[in-house]
Nanobody, 120 residues
Framework: QVQLVESGGGLVQAGGSPRLSCAAS????????MSWYRQAPGKQRERVAT???????NYADSMKGRCTISRDSAKNTLYLQMNSLKLEDTAKYYC??????????????WGQGTQVTVSS
């Protein structure tokens, strides 16, 4: 069974630069795209950034220029370096992965999320 476990959240001062991690464990044949999403209280979950297996990245407007997504494929670990955090960045951040099985079938997996709370 494959699992995604996020870490690195917590209470951060405005302007801070936390780094989130997401470790994938279990029987993994191949991970295609990996993404970070976030969900603030009372709001819909929104995509923050995506990285492909080839290393191409794409950022949503909400944090473009203030975050960097990266992955260590050898360790099946995804990262999100966030900078210049604002109060409105307070949310639960989720890791998402598109995983391919050995038979070619793909499925999407979510982590349980890590809370990031930005204080003034």
């Amino acid at each position: 069974q494959v699992q995604l476990v996020e870490s690195g959240g917590g209470l951060v001062q405005a302007g801070g630069s936390p780094r989130l991690s997401c470790a994938a464990s279990g029987s993994i044949f191949s991970i295609i795209n990996m993404s970070w999403y976030r969900q603030a209280p009372g709001k819909q979950r929104e995509r923050v950034a995506t990285i492909t297996s080839g290393g191409d990245t794409n950022y949503a407007d909400s944090m473009k220029g203030r975050c960097t997504i990266s992955r260590d494929s050898a360790k099946n670990t995804l990262y999100l370096q966030m900078n210049s955090l604002k109060l409105e960045d307070t949310a639960k951040y989720y890791c998402n992965a598109n995983i391919q099985r050995s038979n070619g079938m793909t499925y999407t997996l979510w982590g349980q999320g890590t809370q990031v709370t930005v204080s003034s």
